[in-house]
């Protein structure tokens, strides 16, 4: 996977940057200008469902057991999971808190060897955002903070012929984070989002990402639902233990501003 991290750079750029060109073609949003500052409070939160799929490589005590759950298998594998965002903003400043729980199963087999893992998964998200256009239609931001990651892992392999073997790890680390992310109106009901972001920089993640792409719908003044597709990967090692998986699937949320 390490090989890719150029490759996952580009994509999350021009992932960001699509919308902007596709939608600068509507009257309404020819001239961006910057938004205006205003001492008002704001904040709204968000509910959502993440079907997610692991892809990738754990290692613990120098042993290398694949994880690779697809979309399809993911209701056959999810034990349980909670998630939900919060964002608190005035003016052009906004702060974020986008977590994430989930427990899992998944079995593998390479190179006729078992492995049974269950995987217990905390994904959090903390940033702090300033909007640099806001033109009504077309909406962009930056932002910068902190990926913080848990996991807990039991792990066992059935060797043909040689006794079984369980392998078990609990680790966390924090990796800091840049992203941008990007609204435009398709119409009065319609939106698209955009948030790709980048990190680790070999603080604690050799690497680390987010792609997030979605179509909202505005089924109130102020709620929404969305419909979109998310993936984070991280790359860490610490010692003996290395966890180079991609978290991905198909993300539903619900969201109500205030």
């Known amino acids: 996977m390490k090989s890719s991290h150029s490759t996952l750079v580009a994509s999350i750029l021009a992932l960001a940057a699509v919308p902007a060109f596709a939608g600068s073609t509507a009257p309404s949003i020819t001239v961006l200008e910057p938004v205006a500052s205003t001492p008002d409070w704001h904040w709204h939160a968000a509910l959502y469902g993440w079907a997610t799929g692991l892809n990738g490589d754990i290692a613990i005590k120098g042993i290398d057991a694949p994880v690779d759950v697809g979309f399809s298998d993911i209701f056959d594998h999810l034990d349980f999971a909670a998630m939900g965002l919060v964002e608190i903003g005035r003016g052009r400043w906004n702060f974020a808190a986008d977590l994430f729980y989930a427990e899992?199963?998944?079995?593998?087999?390479?190179?006729d060897i078992d492995f049974d893992a269950e995987l217990d998964q905390f994904i959090g998200n903390f940033a702090v955002a300033y909007s640099v256009i806001d033109t009504g239609c077309t909406h962009?931001?930056?932002?910068?903070?902190?990926?913080v990651t848990w996991m807990e892992t039991e792990i066992d392999i059935d060797f043909p012929n040689i006794a079984d073997?369980?392998?078990?790890?609990?680790k966390s680390w924090v990796?800091?984070?840049?992203?941008?992310?990007?609204?435009?109106?398709?119409?009065?009901?319609f939106f698209l989002r955009t948030v790709g972001d980048i990190g680790g920089f070999g603080i604690s993640s050799d690497f680390t990402w987010?792609?997030?792409a979605a179509f909202g719908y505005r089924i109130t003044e102020n709620g929404s639902i969305l419909l979109g597709y998310r993936g984070i990967g991280s790359d860490y090692s610490d010692g003996d233990f290395t966890?180079?998986?991609?978290?991905?699937?198909?993300?539903?949320?619900f969201e109500y501003r205030f």
């Open 165 to 170: 073997r369980s392998l078990s790890a609990s």
């Open 140 to 147: 962009f931001a930056v932002y910068a903070g902190a990926r």
């Open 210 to 212: 987010q792609a997030f």
């Open 104 to 111: 899992l199963g998944a079995n593998t087999t390479r190179r």
């Open 243 to 253: 966890y180079d998986v991609i978290t991905h699937g198909v993300l539903l949320g």
């Open 175 to 189: 990796d800091p984070i840049i992203g941008v992310r990007f609204q435009q109106e398709l119409s009065e009901k």
